[in-house]
């Protein structure tokens, strides 16, 4: 039988004033103390597992798409506007979704795993605190024209 994690006794006297808030919202006041414990077992369990298992920045993703962004193809110019719609769509320029269309398979993939962990994340997450600074530098002078004082 696998070892039973502790638990803070804080944190469970919280989760148990949850799982009686829940109950008292879904079946009233006639709960079993059984129930009670059921239900924060399964709160501090889904709260341990959201711990655990918080999204990681794709990280291989933005890797390939800075590459193809710096490169010489035919899909560079739109690798790089969604780059730097990120970094700044307002004065940069924006992404049209219907890039998209033009874009090899693994690099739209690529472009939806980055959108995909935006959205997930709490809050502005920018390409320089992921460590990209420098390759955005790279892509405002290639693409942009814009130096690093330009930028600052």
Not at 9 to 15: F, H, K, L, N
Request: net charge negative; with cysteine; hydrophobic share 45%.
């Amino acid at each position: 039988m696998p070892t039973p994690i502790p638990i803070d006794p804080a944190e469970r006297a919280e989760a148990e004033d949850a799982a009686r808030e829940l109950l008292r919202d879904v079946i009233g006041t006639d709960y079993s103390d059984t129930t009670l414990r059921v239900c924060a077992d399964h709160l501090l369990s889904f709260r341990r597992h959201q711990k655990t298992h918080a999204e990681q920045p794709p990280t291989a993703a933005l890797d390939r798409l800075f590459a193809i962004a710096k490169s010489d193809t035919g899909q560079s110019a739109r690798v790089a506007n969604f780059l730097l719609a990120w970094w700044n769509g307002v004065d940069l320029g924006h992404f049209p979704i219907a890039d998209l269309f033009g874009l090899d398979r693994a690099i739209a993939d690529d472009i939806t795993a980055v959108v995909r962990f935006l959205g997930r994340h709490p809050g502005a997450v920018y390409a320089d605190s992921l460590g990209y600074r420098g390759d955005v530098m790279d892509l405002l002078a290639r693409w942009r024209g814009i130096t690093d004082e330009d930028a600052a």
